[in-house]
């Protein structure tokens, strides 16, 4: 029988998950884990799947077919070279590719597979979705909603009480949430909604415009008007997002952006990640309207959900996390890389079916909090001793994070960093780790007090390097501490147990030796050593029963035994 | 008659022993005597000689007796030191069983030592090869994030290259503008058209060359470093398109110079390590457009 494999066949981007010895892992395509999903022909008639076929589509746009998944269901054709394909062959071209990648990584034939669909997937693109997977040479083991995956991918069937789940899926094109219900191993979900127009592309693009409005102010030109500029500024934004999702600020150089009357134009622009999300809030506030209704109609209150899970790249915004985090009272999950949970829930399943053994997904994680003292200002009163976390509990770890902090008063120029580890607001509540004294502030503008942005760098072994950058002067300065209390893995645990053993013999080893010798001469000379025998049993009942005066006195009686068979 | 004759033999002999008994009792009488002085006087030398050993025996006793004392602290001496002994030896049986375990939990531990040993062995080769995995992963890193730089000297160069193309070129004066001789000599074929003259233009036409070329070699030198590490770029520019290596943003029409499908521009160098492409380049594209307007296929 064939080995089973997991298929997230995504709307941008598709990947493999597989089982093998209890693992879940990406079957990965050389050095690209996710393949893009995206097929077309070259001019001389040559299939292309994935990178290269997206890389042709603006050449060839009525040769390259992207997107298929929108309309899988539908009667829709694509018309390629000149010839009309359904959206099942389109996304069995896909599979087909996926298939050989699988193969390829397990040096053999893999004929078997788990599908993920949306959960308001319709009966028609699920049949589609299967009969796509056939096509492509799978037996579909099964089709499997996307969120129900995601659920896998957590383990979280694995545990026996029910749990009510919300799976927030924020992609590069699409958006939905689900409200999955797990039972004694049974998964359903109970309802689902979202907006199929919504994703990282967007924000992608309200940067982009950000970006370009800037340069207008500054010059009186649109770089809009050019395609090069243009498809610079996109490069620059999409950068741009990426880098604030750890940072709270980010410069954007796009120099030689333009030229005006022979000048050159450059683009130069800090943006703050306070900035970035004001531009985005609108929209996310939207797929905050859609977890309500989700809620809504399986019929529940946001209190009655056990997790939050997150899938979809975009789900790494800080601002994302704090929304939901916000709207549902719960710490939303992004410990398993949100672009392979489905796949990886996909390759769960299969290792089901297939009646593979699964281990948990071993992500090292963060088990507490991380942040620094701050002080806040409510209603015109400073409040001390506050607790400002920097990374959340649960991050997958190594992991860097930064904020920017304000200092109180415009004549400051010192601040002492103090960092701690725990979950209370209260500063002083927590578990102080180190800190330092950062002097020399100088203000960005007169009349306003300094700001520095503290940078929390946390390692696979624990250490936390903290450092502060003053934004005025660009002076630094920092310390590493050992975030405590970190869980000991298991690798680390058999290495600390091996050094325990074996260090002296104690009391009971020697008994335990004795009686191994008694035990040996017993078997060897048999008959006529009723004394040992009766003794050697004493002390092991003694032993037994804890009676320590009694194991003392037959350990000597044992020992004179076995001296005087000895002397013979 | 044979026990008459005893008879007669045996009175005979009876006489004979009476006769010699009366004789010797006289004569023992006298010897008694005589012997009897004799005796009294031996005695009395005994009982002398016997005091004498009596005097001597007193010190022998109390010898004899502190001897039998001493004997019994011996044998209690003797029984102690076997019974310390015996502890002794069972202390050493005891110690010797207890060695014998550890010496075994020792070979084990070395066996375990030696297997872990050559296990470490691999492991360390293998840490070795990680190790030099990862050392290029993070140069291929650092490499990575000094492309948008090499961009920007790309991005410098050409807008540099427009400039100088912008910088006012010397151009042939008008006609009108010349004095009759002049034109009759040039009508003559005997003279040219002369040049307009544009103040310090050459100059700086040559200046912005030379800082060209200074600025070309700093990219040189880039790529140079890039190239010690197997980083080079892909060529792009007059080459057929190759989704492989290219990402198409922009397409332009095909004239006789570039044909359809070959890549006209670069929008952004591509780059290679080893055969891998690191970095796809983004180009502009030659197409062929029908005369009705429509892109042509293939």
Known sequence: MSKIIGIDLGTTFSAVGFASQGELRILPNGAERIVPSVVGFSPQGALLVGTPARNQYVLYPDRTARSIKRKMGSAETVELDGRAYSPQEISAIILRELKRIAEANLGEEVTRAVITVPAYFSDAARQATKDAGEIAGFTVERILNEPTA?????????????????????????????????????????????????????????LMNFLAERFQEEYGLDPRTERRATARLLHAAEQAKITLSTQPFVQVREEYLMELEGRPLHLDVEVARAQFEELILPLLEGTLSSFDQALLDADLAASDLDKVLFVGGSTRIPLVWELVAGHTGLEPHIEINPDEAVALGAGAQAAIIAGEPLDAILVDVTAHSLGIEIAEIAFGELIPDRYNVIIHRNTTIPTSKAQVYSAVFADQTSIQVKVYQGESAVASENTLLGDFMFDQLKPEAAGLPPRITVNFDLDLNGLLRVSAVDRASRRQAGVTVKAEHLPLNPAQKEAARERIEGLEIDAAEGQQILLARARRILVERGAGLERLSAVAAGLEQAIETGETERQEELEEELTDLLYELDEE | MRQLILAVLNVHTLLGLLAGWLLGARRAQVAE????????????????????????????????????????????????????????????FKVNTLGEAQQQQIENALEQLGELNTHREADVALLREQLHADQSAQRLLVIQRLLPALDGLDQALAAGERLRARAPNPEPQKISALSFQQRLAIALGRGEIPMTRVDGAAEWRDALTAWLAGLELVRERLLHALAAERVYPLSARGEPFDPNLHIAVETAPATDEHSDGMVIDEYRRGYQVDDRVLRAAEVVVARAINFNGEENEG
């Open chain 2, 33 to 92: 005597r005589d012997a009897q002085a004799h005796v009294d006087e031996q005695f009395a030398a005994q009982l002398e000689r016997a005091a004498e050993i009596a005097a001597q025996l007193d010190p022998l006793v109390a010898e004899i007796s502190a001897l039998n004392t001493s004997a019994a602290t011996l044998r209690e001496s003797v029984a102690a030191l076997d019974k310390q002994l015996g502890r002794v030896g069972r202390e050493q």
């Open chain 1, 150 to 206: 995601a659920a896998l991918a957590y383990g979280l069937d694995r545990t026996e009480e029910r749990q009510l789940v919300a799976v927030y899926d924020l992609g590069g094109g699409t958006f939905d949430v689900s409200i999955v219900e797990l039972n004694s191993g049974i998964v359903e979900v109970r309802a689902s909604h979202g907006n199929t127009q919504l994703g990282g592309d967007d924000f992608d693009e309200l």
